[in-house]
Nanobody, 123 residues
Framework: QVQLVESGGGLVEPGGSLKLTCEATGFSFDLYAMGWIRQASGKEREEVACISSSSDDEYYADSVQGRFTVTRDNAKKTVYLQMNGLKPEDTAVYHC????????????????WGQGTQVIVSS
């Protein structure tokens, strides 16, 4: 059974930082690209970041480029999202998910997501 558990969200002021963590179990973590998708109220789901299985390639949405960094530790079966310079527009529930290949280029995601962690950026 695939399980993805996100943590690290919270309330932060604009300009602040948060680091999200996603712990994975139940599959061969090191064979798949991993990524983050966010869902803000009233908005479409947005693919935020992706990292390939071997960390050779990364993808970032234009809206977070230069501010967010995705990393992974295959030994720990964990993927992270370091978020710096947070803006109110970043407010959303952030979900971890697995892509269907080792690479990010196809942007094809499995249906199973983590439960999500809430990020609120507000003064």
């Amino acid at each position: 059974q695939v399980q993805l558990v996100e943590s690290g969200g919270g309330l932060v002021e604009p300009g602040g930082s948060l680091k999200l963590t996603c712990e994975a179990t139940g599959f061969s973590f090191d064979l798949y690209a991993m990524g983050w998708i966010r869902q803000a109220s009233g908005k479409e789901r947005e693919e935020v970041a992706c990292i390939s299985s071997s960390s050779d390639d990364e993808y970032y949405a234009d809206s977070v480029q230069g501010r967010f960094t995705v990393t992974r530790d295959n030994a720990k079966k964990t993927v992270y999202l370091q978020m710096n310079g947070l803006k109110p527009e970043d407010t959303a529930v952030y979900h971890c998910s697995t892509l269907t290949s080792p690479e990010c280029g196809d942007h094809l995601w499995f249906d199973q997501w983590g439960q999500g962690t809430q990020v609120i950026v507000s003064s």
